[in-house]
């Protein structure tokens, strides 16, 4: 099996129906912008958090939940840990804390991405390819 390296979409594998089970959440280390409807489905902010977005955005920096805010795009960036692990992903299963309510992007990935079709997978330890 050749070496998958995130950062090289050239080295992802092609997306198929299972993949995911056996993975350790490649794609869960890889930077994630987010909408304004994802954080109200998250339950990080709520309808009248929009009217003062500047302190909206401070607070849920200070809060962790993200690194940065573009306005002219509307998107905001997940925070990711140390590892890179995003914030929402449970390190040690591997699995993401909040499946119910994750982001749009999440749910469209792989068929959206920096190669559409492909992941940045590769399997657990213990599992097999
Ligand atoms: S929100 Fe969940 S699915 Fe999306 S990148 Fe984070 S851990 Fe993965």
């Known amino acids: 099996m050749s070496l998958i390296d995130i950062d ?25 912008e987010v909408k304004w409807d ?41 925070s990711q840990k140390s590892n890179r692990d995003c914030y929402f992903l449970d390190t040690k299963t591997r699995l993401c804390t909040v499946y119910e309510k994750r982001p749009g992007v999440c749910r469209e990935f792989p068929s959206i991405g920096p190669r559409p079709g492909y992941c940045p997978c590769f399997p657990k330890a213990g599992a097999r390819d």
């Open 8 to 32: 090289r979409p050239s080295t992802w594998r092609f997306y198929k129906n299972g993949m995911c089970q056996a993975c350790h959440g490649g794609c869960c280390t890889m930077p994630v």
């Open 38 to 78: 994802d954080l109200l489905r998250l339950g990080l902010v709520d309808e009248s958090d929009q009217q003062a977005m500047k302190k909206t955005v401070k607070r849920l920096m200070k809060e962790g939940y993200i690194t940065s805010y573009r306005q002219s795009t509307g998107l905001f960036m997940l």
